[in-house]
Structure formats: C-alpha cells, structure tokens
C-alpha cells in the first residue's frame, strides 16, 4: 500500500538505510510475490551489482505464520541471525538516529551478560497525535541504568507496581512514550520465543522477562527527543502518517521528488495532473500521475494515487484513494481510505472511517454508513468467492452495488455489525489521552456558565451519534474560548491562536475546527434552554456575535472549503436547535454582507441540500426557508454578469 507516493515498506527500507543497516531479512507471511515485483524495480533491487545495492535483502516467506512469535521461532530454527539485530515492523516511518542507541545496547552487554534488549521510545505527552488508544505503555525503570523494572500497556485506571521496585536507589516512571516498535535484540531474544512456544508478541515476551522467575535476562530502554518514529498499524496512524509525511515531518522521508512537484502548503502534483477550474487544493494534498480533479472540488490532507479521476464539486478531506479510483460528481468523503480501481458514482453518501477495498463499486444514489468495510467479492464461511450468487445478470448484486460486500472479520463479536460505531471505533483508531484529561473537564464542566452546561447537555446527547470524545473536547475548549473573547474583547488574532493550539492537542480536522468555531460563536451569550426563546430573542443577539466576532470567522472561511464547513455547520445547528432554522436565512445574509461566506458558497451548499429530497429533514426545510435569500442571490449574480458584459 502507498503511503504519499511511495510505497509504505519503502519508508521502513529507507529509514534503516539511513541508519546504517547493511543487511535486511525482509519476514513475509503474505503477498510475497508483489513486494518480490516492487522490489526488483526500486532503488533496493538485488539484481544491481553488489557494490551498488544500498542494502542487501533476503527474503523467507512463510504464509504459515501468524505473529512476531512465529517469525522470531523460524529464525531461530533456521539459524541465520548470529549476530545483533534491529527488530523493527515493515510499516515503520522513521527519522530518528538510532546509532547510538546501538552503541549504548552493546555497552551495557558487556558490563550486564543478562542484557538481551533495548526497547527504543519516542517522549510522547497525552494528546499527541502518534500517541494513540491502545499502543501507549507505562513503564519504571533504574534511573541511573535505564533498565526497565515494571512494564504494561496503558488504559486501566490503576497500576499494581510490585515491592521489588523499592529496592532501587532512584525509579522513573514514564508515562509519555509512544512505542514505534523498535528493538535492538541480542540472538538469545529468538532462543527465548522458541523455549516459549505461547508468547506470540514482543509484549508478552517482555512481562515473560520480567516476572518470571525462570527468564534471567534483562531489558534496558532508550527515550528519544529528536526525530520521529510511528507505525501505520492502524487506518488512522495510516492518515495520520501520511498527512505528517506531506508535512515534511519526517524529513528526510518525504515524496519522490522526482515523481512530484511541490507547491506552497505541502501541495504534491505529480505529472499529466488535470485540476478543474474554481478547484482547491487547500493543504497536505499529493495528486499522482494522471490524476484528474473536477471543477469546483475541494481537496485537503488527501493523497491521490495515480490516473485517479475526481468528479465536480467534491469535497476530500484526510483522504487516501489508491490508483485508479473513479469518484462521480458531489462526492463528500472525509476519514477515508478507498482501495485501487474503486468505484464510487454520483449521488453516493460515505460515512466517516469507511475503508472501501481494491476493485469495490458502489451503485448510485447509495449510502454508505460510518465505519464500513467493504470489499469487491463475497466471501463465504470459508473465506472463498462465492460466486453461485452472480448468475451474471445482476441478480447477485449487493444492496451497496454491483461489487460491494461487507467485510466480515473473523474478529468481530458476531452479534456486532461491522458498520456500527464501536466496531468503527475499534479497528480505526484514536488518539489516547487520560482518564486525568476526563476529569479535568469534568470540573471544568461544573464550574462554567449556564451556555457550558448547556452544551455539556448536548454533548451526551451527541454520544449516542458517534461523535468522537475529541471533537466534544475542542469544542468546549473552543466555547470558553469564545466566551472569554466577547466577555474580556480578547483580539481576533489571540483567539485564532487559542482555537489552534487546541485543535493540535486534539487533532481535530478543518471541518470540526470552522464547525466548532460556528457553534461557539452562534450559541455565545444565549441560554438554549431557556422557556422565553424564541427567533426575536435570538437573532439580535446571533448578529452581536457575528459583528464582533467578523475577523475570527473571516479567518476560518478564505477557502471554498472553509464556507462549505460553515455552512454544514449551520445544518447541524439547525438539526440540533429548530429554533435557528427561523433565522437561518438572515444569519446567512449578515454573513455574506459582512464578506465571510460567498454568494457562489451558499447557492452550492443549497443545491446539494436541495439534491437530498423533498422527504429529508432538516434539508428539506432548511431549503424552503432559504428559497427567497436564493433567488436574490441568483438576481444578483445575473445582474453582476450583466454590467460586466
């Protein structure tokens, strides 16, 4: 799979060549002959002559095997690693320098004979976006050794640290690492998950070392500052690395330039690229080769593999398609990964943390719900193409269309559907942060203001509709914002950077941060649960805010995509409180006088409300409601092109 132009293995090859490594035993359990294909046409070829190959790379495949476990048990068998060794997964992306890391392993082996490994860390506070739900780890250790005492993966509300810890002169605990899966490993590490046959992983192997009484080695750690180190081993590190790749954190493992011209804001055009008039390419964005992007489409944080062809008015955001993907007109996908040669026609709803597989094609007019997995065949019991349901006239055709199936994981609890929002949760990924940060926000919740409790309501509410626990976070830090900001007349440019300072610390994407940013401003200084509301009420106070709040909302809406935001925002608004549907058209008027969203902005975002139906609500009534700011604004337009003529 590609990861910014380049295969997601080349990044691993790339970053263990820049640390030295010669020699490479390349562990695989399956698809051996595409890595076999990829690599004899890249740089790490083994058909080039000896002294002209950057590493040298042997390949054992073994579809049998199932875990780390297996792998290191095979190795061992065979023999053939006599030597230390990095122990590292092949969807690594790193920077770091990790020479001296070896040199302070081989140091402490030959003062400590028991010594066996060193576990490699990044510092990593809660919050941080390589730092995610179910790979963080705390950990004690000798202060003046570095060697680990006490080892467990995070995420329990309490820790039982044994006695034995107290006989150490000093102990750290850490608590902010994330792990990028790195080890530098004496050859006993292999002896010892073959005299475990049970251990499967490099966790059970390390709590094996450390608590029983039969293992007398050691395992020593190393925390790294400088760098970056992550795994894509989950769909959102896979976009969270790849945004961070385009960024250029990683530097030197950036896209080919040979392949791609780079542009202002980490834009990434390959060659042959066709980008459609009013078009946007707003930031983090790779269009490979042949890749077609429609007129008025929106891309941001989304990487286009080659001869990808993108319809009108599309709006991509932390997206990554394979080569080959075909997307009709008005398609709207957000935390998305679509697989090579897919198909997605016009007219087609993508819910969020829908991965879609190589060669899927939905039907039109179809919806696809949060957290969906699909793949192209059916499969039956056995894991087998069933194909005695397509009799080849269509009659074998899905609900989602002529080659799309849900995934079935052999995983999943069987009363669990794979579209629902845990299982979304579950196998997506998130970013971690402590129970602490919980109950921070809940005294924080206490002690607010009537419009916090009020949101505070409505955020237990949205629980049920799948909104992450971060995007709620943002918001109320956006709402006391906000608040503060009309209360005490904070200036626009401090409060801007307020709301980004906390949209790094939760990771929180473009369309949440305008979405939030509206919210906060459109609800400041109004009680919602107030018996005496009313559209009288609300409007001049709705209007206050929008004035003194202009230069904030101009700053969040100078991109196309930045109004489409607002205006889903103002849709929200409108589902979550009826009462501003009767203000809607005025709001969005005082809007588009005071010059934050478009005239052109507004009759889109009304067409696409208009295309849902007359029976869906609030889109229905949202849209007789704005019938007369329309035709004004379509009068208007019509007489600006007339005096231009």
């Excluded at 390589?130 to 790979?135: A, V």
């Excluded at 009363?415 to 990924?429: I, L």
């Excluded at 925002?569 to 501003?580: D, K, L, N, T, W």
């Amino acid at each position: 799979m590609s990861m910014a132009g380049r295969p997601l293995l080349d990044y691993t090859l790339e970053s263990l060549f820049l640390n030295g490594v010669n020699e490479v035993i390349l562990y695989l359990s399956n698809s051996p002959s595409s890595i076999r294909s990829w690599l004899a046409t890249s740089k790490w070829s083994q058909d080039l002559p000896t002294v002209c190959r950057p590493l040298n790379i042997s390949i054992i495949v073994n579809e049998d095997c199932r875990s780390v476990g297996d792998a290191c048990r095979d190795l061992d068998e065979k023999g053939i690693v006599r030597g230390d060794f990095l122990l590292v997964s092949g969807d690594l992306v790193a920077s770091v320098k990790l020479e001296q890391v070896v040199e302070k392993h081989r140091a402490r082996a030959a003062v400590d004979k028991h010594s066996i490994m060193t576990k490699v860390y990044m510092q990593a506070q809660p919050g941080n976006c390589l730092r995610t739900r179910g790979s963080e780890v705390v950990l004690a250790c000798d202060k003046a050794t570095q060697q680990i005492l006490f080892y467990q993966r995070s995420g329990q509300a309490a820790y039982n640290f044994p006695v034995e810890l107290f006989q150490h002169d000093e102990v750290s605990v850490c608590y902010d690492l994330s792990d990028p899966g790195i080890s530098v490993c004496h050859p006993a590490v292999l002896a010892l998950f073959s005299d475990n046959f049970d251990i499967q992983d490099m966790d059970t192997l390390t709590a094996e070392i450390l608590e029983s009484d039969l293992v007398d080695s050691t395992i020593y750690m190393e925390s790294l500052v400088e760098g970056m180190a992550a795994r894509a081993f989950s769909p959102y590190m896979f976009l969270t690395l790849s945004n961070m790749v385009m960024s250029r954190w990683f530097y030197p493992l950036v896209p080919p330039s040979k392949s791609f011209k780079s542009g202002g804001n980490n834009v990434y055009r390959g060659m042959d690229c066709e980008v459609g008039k009013g078009s946007l390419l707003e930031e983090e964005v790779l269009l490979g080769h042949g890749s077609v992007v429609g007129a008025g489409s929106s891309l941001t944080q989304t990487s286009l593999g080659s001869n990808c062809v993108i319809g009108k008015d599309c709006v991509l955001s932390n997206c990554v398609l394979e080569d080959g993907v075909t997307l009709g007109s008005l398609v709207v996908l957000n935390n998305c990964i679509i697989g090579k040669g897919a198909i997605i026609p016009n007219g087609v709803k993508i819910g969020g943390k829908v991965i879609l597989g190589a060669g899927v094609e939905l039907r039109e007019g179809v919806t696809i719900p949060d957290g969906a997995r699909m793949i192209a065949t059916d499969e039956d019991d056995w894991g087998e193409d069933d194909d005695d349901n397509d009799d080849g006239d269509g009659a074998g055709m899905s609900e989602w269309g002529p080659k799309a199936y849900v995934y079935k994981d052999d995983n999943a609890d069987d009363d669990e559907s794979v579209t629902s929002e845990k299982f979304a949760q579950d196998t997506w990924g998130e970013v971690y942060f402590t129970e602490d940060d919980d109950s921070s926000d809940e005294s924080a919740d206490e002690e607010s203001d009537q419009e916090f409790e009020d949101f505070e309501i409505e955020s237990e509410e949205e629980t049920t509709g799948g909104e992450h626990d971060d995007v709620k976070n943002f918001r109320r830090e956006v709402i006391d914002s906000i608040a503060r900001g009309l209360e005490q007349g904070v200036a626009s440019d401090n409060l801007v950077l307020e709301i980004n300072g906390s949209k790094h610390a939760w990771n929180i994407t473009l369309s949440e941060v305008n979405q939030c940013v509206l919210y906060a401003v459109l609800t400041a200084n109004i009680s919602l649960t107030s018996d005496q509301l009313s559209a009288a009420t609300v409007l001049p106070t709705v209007l206050k805010n929008i004035s003194t709040l202009q230069q904030l909302l101009t700053k969040y809406s100078r991109s196309k995509s930045g109004q489409l935001y607002y205006l889903e925002g103002m849709e929200s608004m409108v589902a979550r409180h009826p009462i501003y549907l009767d203000i809607l058209a005025k709001v969005l008027h005082n809007l588009y006088d005071k010059e934050v969203l478009s005239d052109e902005s507004i009759i889109s975002w009304y067409k696409k409300l208009g295309s849902a139906g007359p029976e869906v609500e609030p889109q229905a009534s949202i849209c007789t409601k704005l019938e007369p700011l329309i035709a004004w604004l379509e009068e208007s337009d019509s007489d600006s092109e007339e005096d231009s003529e």
